[in-house]
C-alpha cells in the first residue's frame, strides 16, 4: 500500500458557548482535516488543532506545513511504515504537535482500515466503552449549578469544574455541587492559576468532597511547586500543560511530582508519541487520562480509540467536539449517559463529512 494523493480542508468553527479557563476565553477553533489517499480504495483521515500555547503552532503554520511539507512528503510512502514518518517529520517540523498529530491519526486509520478492525482493537481492545467527564468553564456559582444540572439530566456522572481565578469561589462551588449533586465524581482542573499554598488549602478546603482528580493547579515553568503540592495533598495531582513530550513525563515521574497524566494526542504528536508516554507513566506507577482541545468528532474519535486500546488509561475527558457547532462529522462513535462507545467499522469508523 502506498500513498498517491494527499488533500486537507480548514475548518473555523465557532463554539456555542464560549468558556473561560484562568488565562483565557475560547469562543472558537481551526481544525484541519487531512485525507489521504492510496493505491488502494483506502483512505485514511486525521484531523489536528492547533494551539500557539499547547501545541507550538497556530492555524496559518499548520497550513504552511501540510502545504509545502507534509503533502509532498507523504506521496509515495508506504503507512505501515508510520514510525519511521513521524520520526521524520518531526525533525523537519519541529514543535508544530498538532500537525504531527493528524498524520499519525490518518497512517492509523489507515492501517487500521486495511487489518480491516476497528481501531482501538488494531492498538490492543483493552475495553469497549470508557466514561467522560464533561467541562464546566470559569462561571458564577449560580451559572455553575445550573450548567451542573443540565449535565445531570444529560445522563454524565463525571463533572470537570475548571477554576485558579478564585480560591474562595472555586471552594465554594466545589461545595455547592457536591451538595446539589452528591452523586457526581468531580474532578477540579486549576489550569496553571494556583499557588502552592493556594493548592492546598483549596484541597483541605473541600476534603469532604473527594475530588477524584486535582488537574494541574500550578505554572508549568515552576514544575517544582507541581511536586509540592503532590507531597501535601492526600488527593491524586494530574500533570496537563507540563505534559508535552516523552521527556517531560520521564522527568516528572522521576523526581515523583505527579500522581497522573493528561494525555492529548494534539498536544503531545499523536497515537504512537501517546503510546510512549503512557507506557512511561505506568511504569513509573503513574494512572493516564485521553483528554483534548477543542476538536471535531473525528479528533475525539482517535482519543476515544487510543483510550480504549491500554490498561493503563483509566480515565477520559473527551467532550471537545460537544460545543463545536455544525462539526461535519458523525456517527463515528456514540455517547450515551457519559460513556463513549466506539463503532465497529474499520479505522476510525466511516468518515463521512456532511
Not at 254 to 282: C, F, P, T, Y
Amino acid at each position: 500500500m502506498k500513498i498517491t494523493k494527499v488533500s486537507y480542508e480548514r475548518l473555523d468553527l465557532k463554539l456555542s458557548e464560549p468558556y473561560t479557563i484562568a488565562y483565557e476565553t475560547i469562543g472558537k477553533t481551526t481544525n484541519f482535516i487531512l485525507k489521504v489517499e492510496t493505491d488502494t480504495l483506502l483512505i485514511g483521515y486525521g484531523c489536528g488543532a492547533p494551539d500557539k500555547a499547547i501545541t507550538g503552532e497556530n492555524p496559518a503554520e499548520v497550513e504552511e506545513a501540510v502545504k509545502n511539507v507534509i503533502s509532498s512528503y507523504l506521496i509515495g510512502k508506504d503507512p505501515f511504515t508510520y514510525a519511521f514518518i513521524i520520526k521524520e517529520l518531526k525533525t523537519i517540523l519541529g514543535k508544530k504537535s498538532s500537525s504531527l498529530t493528524m498524520v499519525d491519526i490518518a497512517l492509523h486509520d489507515l492501517i487500521s482500515k486495511k487489518a480491516d478492525v476497528p481501531l482501538y482493537k488494531f492498538l490492543g481492545g483493552y475495553r469497549t466503552s470508557i466514561a467522560t467527564s464533561i467541562t464546566i468553564g470559569i462561571l458564577p456559582v449560580g451559572e455553575t449549578l445550573l450548567q451542573a444540572d443540565e449535565f445531570v439530566r444529560q445522563g454524565f456522572s463525571i463533572l470537570k469544574v475548571k477554576g485558579g481565578r478564585s480560591m474562595l469561589e472555586d471552594i465554594e462551588k466545589m461545595n455547592r455541587l457536591h451538595e446539589r449533586h452528591p452523586q457526581l465524581r468531580l474532578r477540579f482542573d486549576g489550569n496553571q492559576g494556583y499557588s502552592v499554598v493556594d493548592s492546598v488549602a483549596f484541597v483541605k478546603a473541600t476534603a469532604h468532597i473527594g475530588i477524584e482528580i486535582f488537574e494541574q493547579p500550578t505554572k508549568l515553568e515552576k514544575e517544582e511547586r507541581l511536586g509540592q503540592v503532590t507531597d501535601q495533598v492526600n488527593i491524586p495531582v494530574m500533570a496537563d500543560e507540563s505534559i508535552k513530550t516523552l521527556r517531560d513525563v520521564f522527568r516528572l515521574a522521576q523526581n515523583e511530582r505527579i500522581d497522573m497524566v493528561n494525555i492529548k494526542l494534539m498536544k503531545v504528536g499523536g497515537i504512537l508519541e501517546g503510546m510512549h508516554i503512557n507506557s512511561v507513566a505506568k511504569a513509573a506507577g503513574l494512572e493516564s487520562m485521553i483528554g483534548c482541545n477543542d476538536e471535531c468528532a473525528l479528533g475525539i474519535s482517535a482519543g476515544l480509540h487510543f483510550a480504549l486500546s491500554r490498561p493503563n488509561i483509566h480515565f477520559a475527558d473527551l467532550d471537545g467536539h460537544l460545543d463545536v457547532v455544525d462539526d461535519p462529522f458523525e456517527g463515528l462513535f456514540r455517547l450515551e449517559k457519559g460513556v463513549l462507545y466506539p463503532t465497529e467499522s474499520p479505522g476510525l469508523g466511516d468518515v463521512k463529512m456532511r
